[in-house]
């Protein structure tokens, strides 16, 4: 496992602070009638996805100062403070120079991506002369005025980061969802639009069927509260409802037995609650809402219970919420189909939005097209003048036969030899008896002319 099994309990409180994911994953386990399946000293669990667009960079710096004993020795004594501060990345400094070479080959490595990215960013808007030292400036998990080694600054940038990219992860979630609810709304008359009066009506009451048998469903419990997780006791732990205990209860939660309640390990709680609500075989059941309604459930048992706002909740802050009075008389729960997601002038602002974004994709499309036929048409103008190339060549062949000149090979050679003629270096055979070399003074006679006329 990594370093949150690997360490002490500060250590644990730095790592899931840095590596909570933010997915839930459903898990339901009665630990009263498991047996042998506690954690394996050693044994790798692999830590789920942060989200973050520097998730491998992060994860590969953690297993690498893993490997250094000085550094786990520190991460002892260090709060969660400290660690936010920026204290701890001093202690950098003292790491073997192994670690230290490692981390700079992770940088050098991280930077390279990044700068591959702005590339292939500015390439796809065909931009020249890239400034990749100013545009690195964006990235702020790491030092980018130097790209080659591995400082104590570059592991307190990659902290405070992390920490705060993931505290804003929650808000760009409900952002995101906003809008895909919008988008689904714009959708649906956007639809109706293309039908007739009667298939619309027809629409509308299908829609207003829907939503109604949606709503239709059990009381969901107030999130954290003693009936609610009395339920979970007694339906997914199988216990006598009458013996419930908190402390056992967090003990039979604590999936990975580090004393700790995490996220998901608090949004697996709400599994049994959102099984009131929504079932993936029916259609009137959204399953994107579904988890954005484990989301707010567990942000506001986070909330309630989470005391130093460290995205954990020890046994200490959970028996204290247990005394509080909103746990044994909770509010109700609204759940999402109670509430108003979105205003009917955010829709319009956002539709607004999407015509804009269509307008500026169809003039693209168009000058797309513009540039294809304008490339298509030199295309055609290359070929024209590369046929009537190829016919003035086949011409001026034609007329060196008819005037008795061979034509030339490619390297201007000639293709045959005409009647007659001998390539340099050949001698010409004598005739039988007439190989051998004339007597000095003896002038060969000249053969007689056949154009000759005689008298």
């Not at 690498?64 to 004993?69: M, P």
């Not at 994107?288 to 048992?301: D, I, K, N, Q």
């Not at 003629?421 to 008896?433: F, Q, R, S």
Request: charge should be negative.
């Amino acid at each position: 496992m990594k370093w949150l099994s690997v360490l002490p309990q500060q250590c644990i409180l730095l790592m899931t602070c840095l590596l909570m994911a933010l997915e839930a994953v459903p898990i339901d386990i009665d630990k009263t009638k498991v047996k042998g399946e506690g954690h394996v000293e050693g044994e790798k669990v692999e830590n789920p996805d942060t989200g973050l667009y520097y998730d491998e960079y992060l994860r590969q710096v953690i297993d690498v100062l893993e490997t250094d004993k000085h550094f786990r020795e520190k991460l002892q004594t260090a709060d969660i403070e400290e660690i936010k501060s920026g204290k701890l990345s001093r202690e950098l400094d003292l790491v073997s120079h192994h670690v230290r070479t490692r981390l700079d080959e992770l940088k050098r490595q991280e930077v390279a991506r990044l700068r591959m990215l702005i590339k292939a960013k500015m390439d796809s808007v065909q931009d020249t002369g890239i400034d990749h030292q100013a545009l690195l400036k964006q990235f702020e998990h790491l030092n980018h005025q130097n790209p080659d080694t591995f400082e104590p600054k570059d592991l307190d940038m990659l902290i405070k980061a992390a920490t705060s990219d993931l505290e804003n992860y929650d808000k760009t979630r409900h952002e995101e969802f906003k809008k895909y609810e919008m988008m689904k709304e714009h959708e649906r008359r956007e639809y109706l639009k293309t039908l007739d009066e009667e298939k619309r009506q027809r629409e509308e009451s299908k829609f207003e069927e829907m939503k109604k048998k949606h709503g239709d469903h059990p009381k969901v419990h107030h999130p954290g509260s003693k009936d609610q997780l009395k339920e979970v006791w007694e339906e997914a732990d199988g216990l006598d409802p009458n013996e419930f205990d908190p402390k056992t209860f967090f003990k039979l939660h604590d999936v990975n037995n580090d004393g700790f309640l995490d996220e998901q390990e608090l949004e697996a709680l709400f599994t049994k609650e959102l099984e009131k609500v929504y079932d993936p075989k029916n259609e009137e059941d959204d399953m994107v809402e579904m988890e954005e309604e484990r989301l707010r459930m567990r942000e506001h048992v986070m909330n309630e219970v989470d005391i130093n706002k460290d995205r954990l909740v020890t046994l200490e802050e959970f028996l204290r919420a247990t005394e509080k009075k909103e746990f044994l008389e909770p509010d109700s729960w609204e759940t999402l189909d109670q509430q108003q997601l979105f205003t009917e002038d955010e829709l319009k602002e956002f539709e607004s939005h999407i015509s804009q974004q269509e307008d500026e994709l169809r003039k693209k499309a168009e000058d797309l097209q513009k540039q294809k036929e304008e490339l298509q048409r030199q295309h055609d103008q290359l070929q024209a003048q590369k046929q009537e190339l190829q016919q003035v060549v086949k011409q001026m062949e034609q007329k060196k036969l008819q005037q008795g000149n061979p034509p030339a090979g490619p390297a201007g050679e000639l293709k045959f030899q005409p009647p007659g003629e001998h390539k340099v270096g050949d001698t010409p055979k004598h005739p039988a008896g007439g190989d051998q070399p004339l007597p000095p003074g003896h002038v060969q006679e000249p053969a007689a002319r056949t154009d000759q006329v005689h008298p």
